[in-house]
């Protein structure tokens, strides 16, 4: 923690380095605590609490804290922020803006659009889905993959088909887009983290990304959904400039 400067460790007697560890270990409360409860909670003294500080360079308790404040926000700060590194454009293509706007083009040509998806990418289906109803498109989400769509597609023309899968090789996924690969009436859209994945691969257009997969209890997924978040709404601002 730099409010600890370019502190020594292996200088520091055994007092100090029970001040130090007890500060490091609780830098969440030092800012609202008093010296006395710091030397009571760390086992020392006022008067070590208050040498320790010294050595760190501060002049005083409270030239200590505030400068610890400071140091706190913007490590709290920098935590909040880091969620937007999954929106850094390094981890898009670089035919990004082509390809978006090639599917806005075609989205434009379809009678309807499909956003298929299961799991956290249903939900973003669904958001999909509703933010291209507004624009005027007969969208909607599909989210159970036992539904029949390919009955419900049968006499239907001109249709697309956006799926949304973080790896793009979901067995049921696969399945449902593989009946129609070899359809000329629809066009394949997928939104994933891996363009050489078994959906990418499937697809007539890919909007990629990359984002690190992460799993709670082995099954449960927490991967951020903010790179297709983004690809969503990229997608239907290009489409609602194409309106005009």
Not at 17 to 32: G, L, T, V
């Amino acid at each position: 923690m730099s409010f600890f400067g370019k502190l020594n460790f292996n200088d520091l007697s055994d007092t100090d380095q029970a001040i130090y560890h007890y500060m490091s270990s609780n830098s969440d409360k030092i800012p609202y605590m008093r010296v006395r409860e710091i030397a009571n909670e760390s086992h020392t003294s006022a008067s070590s609490v208050m040498r320790f500080i010294r050595k760190l360079g501060y002049e005083s308790f409270s030239e200590f804290k505030s400068y610890f404040r400071v140091e706190q926000g913007t490590t709290k700060q920098e935590e909040v922020f880091a969620a937007f590194d999954v929106l850094n454009p390094e981890r898009f293509s670089r035919d990004l803006e082509a390809t978006l706007l090639s599917v806005s083009e075609k989205i434009l040509d379809s009678e309807n659009i499909i956003f298929f998806g299961m799991g956290s990418s249903g939900s973003m289906c669904e958001y999909a889905a509703r933010r291209l109803a507004v624009l005027g498109c007969n969208s909607f989400a599909l989210t159970d993959p036992t539904y029949p769509l390919m009955s419900k597609l049968k006499n239907t023309s001109d249709n697309m088909l956006v799926v949304l899968s973080v790896t793009g090789n979901t067995t049921e996924i696969v399945e449902i887009v593989n009946g129609f690969r070899r359809n000329d009436d629809t066009t394949i859209v997928a939104i994933t983290s891996d363009i050489n994945s078994t959906l990418g691969k499937m697809a007539d257009y890919v909007l990629d990304y990359r984002v690190e997969i992460q799993r709670v209890n082995k099954y449960d997924d927490l991967t951020s959904q903010l790179p297709c978040l983004f690809l969503i709404e990229s997608l239907t601002t290009g489409l609602q400039r194409l309106l005009g």
